[in-house]
Nanobody, 115 residues
């Protein structure tokens, strides 16, 4: 089955950085577009970064210039490098993929930015 496992969350001060990772299994990873999503406390989940199978990337306006999504098609991993973090970036970050007619989600990883 499709499985996504995120790691790398934590607590940082404003202006700090974190690198999230997502390990994917159960799919031919290199063929799929991978997404990172953010759910702030009390708000709906929203897409923040996408990387296509071609390597083309797209970002939400709120993270452009601060976040970078990348992928490793050998290790079946997708990463989110987050720099210059602000308290508005606090929340749970989820990796997701659309496959087999549905969207699969990881369990999420918590990011807390203070100050």
């Amino acid at each position: 089955q499709v499985r996504l496992v995120e790691r790398g969350g934590g607590s940082v001060q404003s202006g700090g950085s974190l690198r999230l990772s997502c390990a994917a299994s159960g799919i031919n990873f290199k063929l799929y577009t991978m997404d990172w999503n953010h759910q702030a406390p009390g708000k709906q989940r929203e897409l923040v970064a996408r990387i296509e199978s071609s390597g083309t990337t797209n970002y939400a306006d709120s993270v452009k210039g601060r976040f970078t999504i990348s992928r490793d098609n050998v290790r079946n991993m997708v990463y989110l490098q987050m720099n210059n973090l602000t308290p508005e970036d606090t929340g749970v970050y989820y990796c997701s993929v659309g496959a087999r007619g549905r969207v699969f989600w990881g369990q999420g990883t918590q990011v807390t930015v203070s100050g």
